[in-house]
């Protein structure tokens, strides 16, 4: 494996010490599921400590009285609050699985990092550097992989396939986020690393990607329930991910290595994800799907957040 990764330390800047979290909180790096229930998730961000909304988390908490400890709680009654949000710095920045992101609140109660996905970066860092390094080649000419990553939003995946050593082509519609996932490069020290930086509507650059004859050996994308491209397009995920996807089929290389899926989308299961998959991928290969997962110290039960699907192709011959 790369050797960039760092074991997790508490990293966060901006607050004082860690003695407002009380004691009797064992930290698991620098992210963790602290508890869910009654419709809330709390998790350690860092130094800091957020309750947000989780629909899906309909069972009583498990620590109750670690709740009150949250630095800033999110709520959704009557519109998008924000309660202490004055009390949080204005970024922050959070080391993920080996990976550093810069983190700030949004209006929306987004920070800028979905860590449901952060099990992911592993497989997909993983994955590439082995199909770079256990080819032909073997470690000595590590083969070149390219990778596509569509609605990458803050980078954490394109982040995972350039820790591989591979040529990454971050694409989304917000310039704003793009500049984030750059930021998130500059603090990897992947600022040199050969990263493709693209404000574009999927849709339209899938289409100019196909024209050029551009292919990649790796493609992976998150799209939203609901989006705007850059020119504002319209992106429903009902109407579009079909097209999307037989796209991105199209830009797949000859020797590929994997096509990975992931959906926040209420009624997409991973087994809605693998059937999509399956029908472009034909018998090459293999499926493999599941939820997305926040999780945090073994004690804590598991909080799934959204769902994955990945066709990985057989393993590359000499
Ligand atoms: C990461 S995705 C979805 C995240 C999560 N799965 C969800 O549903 O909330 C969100 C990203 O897609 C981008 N996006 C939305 N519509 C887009 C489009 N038509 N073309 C390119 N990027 C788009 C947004 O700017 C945003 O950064």
Redesign the pocket.
């Known amino acids: 494996m790369p050797s960039r990764r760092r074991s997790g330390t508490v990293r966060a800047v901006g607050l004082g010490t860690l003695d407002s979290l009380g004691k009797g909180l064992a930290l698991v790096g620098d992210y963790e599921l602290l508890d869910s229930g009654n419709g809330a998730k709390l998790e350690r961000f860092g130094k800091i400590v957020l309750a947000r909304p989780c629909a899906q988390a309909l069972w009583q908490p498990q620590r109750p009285n670690l709740w009150e400890r949250a630095t800033a709680t999110f709520d959704r009654e009557g519109g998008l609050n924000w309660h202490g949000r004055e009390a949080l710095p204005r970024s922050w920045v959070a080391e993920i699985n080996g990976i550093r992101m810069k983190l700030s609140t949004t209006d929306f109660g987004h920070l800028g990092v979905?860590p449901e996905t952060r099990g992911l970066w592993d497989w997909i860092t993983q994955t590439l550097h082995e199909a770079r390094t256990k080819g032909p080649g073997g470690p000595q000419s590590p083969r070149p992989l390219s990778v596509l990553n569509?609605?990458?939003?803050s980078g954490g995946a394109t982040l995972a396939a350039a820790l591989a050593g591979c040529e990454v082509c971050h694409?989304?519609?917000?310039r704003g986020?793009v500049d984030w996932a750059k930021e998130n490069a500059a603090l990897n020290g992947l600022t040199e690393a050969p990263i493709r930086w693209i404000v574009?509507?999927?849709?339209k650059f899938l289409g100019r990607e196909a024209a050029r004859g551009h292919k990649y050996d790796a493609i992976m994308l998150?799209?939203?329930?609901f989006?705007?491209?850059?020119k504002g397009?319209l992106?429903k995920i009902e109407n579009d991910l079909m097209a999307t996807l037989a796209a991105c089929k199209t830009l797949l290389s000859d020797h590929p290595v994997f096509l990975l899926l992931?959906?926040?989308?209420p009624g997409l299961t991973p087994r809605v994800l693998q059937n999509l998959l399956a029908q472009l991928q034909g018998d090459q290969g293999h499926l493999e799907c599941g939820e997305m997962l926040l999780t945090g110290a073994a004690s804590v039960m598991e909080l799934p957040n959204?769902t994955w699907a990945r066709w990985v192709a057989p393993p590359a011959t000499a």
Do not use: I, N
């Open positions: 979905f569509l609605f990458a939003y694409l989304d519609a917000s986020m574009d509507d999927v849709s998150d799209p939203p329930s989006g705007r491209g850059k397009e992106y992931t959906s926040h989308t959204g």
